[in-house]
């Protein structure tokens, strides 16, 4: 199992940038692939990019799809989230999480405390 804490998140108007860095403890990191899910106040939580454990493939939501990307450096252990061209509708808590490439959260077995993101319009 790996440790997850993320960072990076914060304040930002539309338009603006962020990029979230998740980092994990642990041997196995490099062996799981690792997704970012986020959850809005009175919403369930969703999905929005998963990427392989060698970065050969990743997914991503339709609605970040062009403005998100993902990647990961397995020598540092560490996941990260450019987040670019940031709408109001991006307010959330942003959850990093290991485990099976899935766009399903069940298929994550471990998860971090979460960074919230709030754009403001």
């Known amino acids: 199992q790996v440790q997850l804490v993320e960072s990076g998140g914060g304040l930002v108007q539309a338009g603006g940038s962020l990029r979230l860095s998740c980092a994990a403890s642990g041997r196995t990191f490099s062996t799981y692939a690792m997704g970012w899910f986020r959850q809005a106040p009175g919403k369930e939580r969703e999905f929005v990019t998963t990427i392989s454990w060698n970065s050969g493939s990743s997914t991503y939501a339709d609605s970040v799809k062009g403005r998100f990307t993902i990647s990961r450096d397995n020598a540092k252990n560490t996941v990260y989230l450019q987040m670019n061209s940031l709408k109001p509708e991006d307010t959330a808590v942003y959850y990093c999480?290991?485990?099976?490439?899935?766009?399903?959260?069940?298929?994550?077995?471990?998860w971090g405390q979460g960074t919230q993101v709030t754009v403001s319009s």
């Open positions: 999480a290991a485990g099976r490439y899935s766009t399903i959260p069940g298929d994550y077995v471990n």
